[in-house]
């Protein structure tokens, strides 16, 4: 490709919209140009990474014997109702209707299509297991779309589902799909984890999520540097922290607290640690079949803990928690926010301790009396023992119970892996005959890739002070030739040209940038892209012999003989 039949459209300061570092690159760059909130269209050099995204997912599914299709955008509510989510799933999901009044959706998944699909055309057990993948574009209606092609509206992403006769043989392809997400992100030249993670709304019992290292990422990451093991923040368990529950040395005493609503402020003004306070977080739920009966819960963290929602959701009685009211929390406990605890409430309350806070011992929490806090405060002696559950997140340097410290790091989801079970087969009745003749019904599995999003997070990983400096793999072009003087000498032309002709012929993707643009503007253009390798082809380099090879990374060009340019190439390629 030559630059000058190209579309090529650089910008030097990105919109002001633009506030993590992929979205103004890939702006400035001109890769994306937006059309509407959270919808962008790719430009050429875009798409070309697009592509090559697509290319690499496409090849390890194809090898790991999944078969692709192609499900539509546009799907018919009728099969959301079906499954239970066209309610369940909220306002991300799009509902639209056509001329005739019927309800249809922009698809942000495609599990129910899927399903159906395998109800109509899995008939066997001899069909079985199956793997159907399509690379589509998707939408989700989001509140503030944000951050460009990270957390866009309409985005492209890759899913996958497996259907197998029982447990044990969907676990196989789920384990297969692992395998080829961790290919398929090593060849993208990506720094990842893969970490146990929540299942969400898709639902299921088993779950991984692929995330890209970036300190830009929305994901805490719980790892420990020693071990193999990494969880998203919501799931990983945290540990007590106090290994046995301490005798009761101090006596129960009601201290005033005043204008100290928080636990930080507690602790200042009674000059104790933190890590002496107990936080106090009061939740409601309501009654299926009345809304007007509501249950009071009250869940204990430390001081310097924070509550995991997703955690906390999972606790039987639980599920669709809210926060409590100011006028529940009033009639509960007689006492504002800021200032409540678990002992002597106005009405009966649940209470739930996390594991740290039920072994604490002379802990401090609120009173019920705005102002006034208790100290001294002991499980059993002054309080019922609680209920006990694992409630907070994972902090970095927390121990792991299997040895070593647990770390935290950021990371931008990129992929995602769930076993689903029967979960949609059921809701759809996706039947199969087993080799007893009777119908049993097919086991699935979910398996996602955000095409769109890697771009994105491959930049928020690689880039510097000059633009991005893309992975090989994904990078619009491998090499761009710059000739100095591309219409003033005829011997930087030809060499130019033999270069970029011998390039190809090894297979290269390489662009020769024929425009006529001062160095410096050419050289920034290509900085910006960030395109792998620069060779750059002068008169003053030709009278020597010798052109400059220089790595996106590196500080300086290297000096290669013409006649080993292309070899040189190849071998810098390489080891890119």
């Not at 400035?28 to 290319?55: D, F, H, N, S």
């Not at 056509?98 to 109509?120: C, G, K, M, Y």
């Not at 392809?173 to 290919?183: E, L, N, V, W």
């Not at 400096?469 to 591309?486: K, S």
């Amino acid at each position: 490709m030559y630059a000058s039949k190209y579309h090529i459209n650089t910008l030097k300061e990105a919109p002001s919209e633009a506030e993590v570092v992929s979205h103004q690159l890939m702006t400035r760059a001109g890769m994306i140009r937006k059309a509407a909130g959270g919808i962008y269209t790719y430009m050429p050099l875009g798409l070309r990474v697009i592509q090559k995204i697509e290319a690499i997912v496409r090849d390890e599914m194809n090898r790991a014997g999944a078969i692709e299709l192609l499900m539509p955008v546009v799907q018919p509510a009728e099969l959301w109702v079906e499954s239970g989510r066209w309610e369940q799933y909220g306002p991300e999901l799009l509902r639209i209707k056509d001329r005739h009044q019927r309800d249809f959706v922009l698809q942000p998944t495609s599990e129910e299509v899927i399903t159906d699909i395998a109800r109509n055309e899995i008939h066997s057990w001899r069909q079985l297991p199956l793997n159907f993948y399509h690379i589509q574009t998707k939408f989700r209606d989001e509140r503030r779309p944000r951050f460009g092609l990270m957390r866009g509206r309409e985005f492209t992403m890759k899913d996958a589902y497996s259907f197998d006769r029982d447990e044990a043989s969907a676990q196989a392809s789920y384990d297969a799909m692992y395998d080829a997400y961790m290919r398929i992100f090593t060849r993208m030249g990506l720094e990842f984890r893969a970490v146990a993670a929540d299942t969400g709304s898709i639902g299921g019992s088993r779950s991984h999520e692929f995330q890209v290292i970036a300190d830009t990422g929305e994901d805490l990451i719980v790892f420990n540097p020693q071990s193999q093991y990494a969880a998203n923040i919501e799931l990983a368990e945290a540990p007590c922290l106090v290994a046995t529950r301490g005798q009761a040395n101090e006596t129960l005493n009601k201290t005033a607290t005043p204008n100290a609503p928080k636990c930080e402020l507690v602790a200042e003004q009674l000059q104790r640690p933190l890590t002496d306070t107990v936080k106090s977080v009061v939740l409601a739920t309501e009654n299926a079949e009345d809304k007007a009966v509501v249950k009071i819960w009250l869940l204990l963290v430390r001081g310097d803990h924070d509550l995991n929602d997703i955690k906390v959701a999972k606790l039987p009685g639980l599920e669709g928690f809210r926060l409590a009211s100011e006028a529940e929390i009033l009639d509960t406990f007689g006492c504002v926010p800021g200032y409540l605890g678990p002992i002597n409430p106005l009405k009966p309350v649940t209470v739930i301790a996390d594991r740290t806070v039920a072994n604490m011992s002379d802990f401090i929490c609120g009173a019920n009396e705005e102002g006034y806090h208790y100290t001294g405060v002991n499980w059993g002696r002054d309080l019922p023992e609680p209920q006990v559950a694992d409630l907070r997140n994972v902090r970095a340097g927390d121990p792991d119970p299997n040895g070593g410290t647990l770390a935290i790091q950021r990371g931008i989801e990129v992929g995602h892996v769930f076993f689903l079970g029967d979960k949609y087969s059921r809701a759809l009745t996706a039947t199969f005959l087993e080799t007893d003749g009777k119908p049993a019904m097919l086991q699935m599995g979910c398996y996602g890739i955000g095409i769109s999003r890697i771009a994105a997070a491959a930049i928020e990983q690689h880039h510097d002070a000059k633009g991005i400096v893309w992975p090989r793999a994904l990078a619009p072009y491998e090499v761009v030739i710059c000739p100095m003087g591309w219409n003033k000498s005829e011997t930087v032309r030809n060499t130019a040209v033999e270069i970029y002709e011998a390039l190809r012929g090894h297979g290269i993707d390489v662009i020769l940038d024929d425009r006529d643009t001062r160095p410096g503007i050419m050289f920034a253009d290509w900085e910006l892209i960030g395109v792998p390798l620069r060779i750059t082809v002068g008169d003053r380099g030709l009278k020597d012999g010798i052109v400059e090879v220089q790595p996106r990374r590196a500080e300086a060009a290297d000096k290669v003989a013409v006649s080993s340019a292309v070899a040189h190439v190849l071998q810098q390629l390489e080891s890119l």
